[in-house]
C-alpha cells in the first residue's frame, strides 16, 4: 500500500483527502503543520506528498524544497492562491484549489508509477 503524506492546515480539507485517499486504497498521513509534517516525513517510508501552498510560519514551497533534500519523493502542491502562477522547482505539479476527485486522482497516479513495473 502506498503512503502519502498530507499536509493542509484547513482540517475539513485536511480530512477529505485523507478520507478521499484512503477510499482508494492509499494509506495517509495528515499534519496539519510543518512540525508534523517533518516528524512524519522522517519517521515514515513516504511515497508521496500532498501539500498546501498557504501553511502558517513556513510556506509549502520551502516544506517541499526541505523534502526534497532528505529524499527524492514527488510532490504535489495543492494552491488557492492566485498569485501562485508557476509551479515551484520542488514541486512536481501544482493543481488549483479547490480541484475535482479524477483531477487529483489523475496528478497522484501522474507522479507515482505503477506498483506493477
Known amino acids: ?23 482508494r486504497n492509499y494509506r495517509t498521513l495528515p499534519a ?6 517533518s516528524a512524519m516525513f522522517a519517521a ?7 501539500v498546501d501552498h ?13 523534502f526534497k533534500r532528505l529524499r ?12 501562485l502562477q508557476a509551479r515551484p522547482d520542488s514541486v512536481d505539479l501544482l493543481l488549483a484549489k ?5 483531477e487529483l486522482m489523475e496528478g497522484i497516479e501522474s507522479l507515482l508509477p505503477s506498483p506493477n513495473l
Open 98 to 102: 479547490p480541484c475535482s476527485v479524477p
Open 72 to 83: 527524492l519523493v514527488p510532490v504535489l502542491m495543492l494552491s488557492g492562491s492566485a498569485l
Open 32 to 37: 496539519e503543520n510543518a512540525a508534523q509534517a
Open 44 to 50: 515514515n517510508e513516504v511515497d508521496l506528498v500532498i
Open 54 to 66: 498557504g501553511l502558517p510560519g513556513v510556506s509549502g514551497s520551502e516544506l517541499a524544497d526541505q
Open 1 to 23: 500500500m502506498r503512503t502519502i503524506l498530507v499536509i493542509d492546515d484547513h482540517i475539513p480539507t485536511l480530512e477529505s483527502l485523507c478520507l478521499v485517499l484512503s477510499g
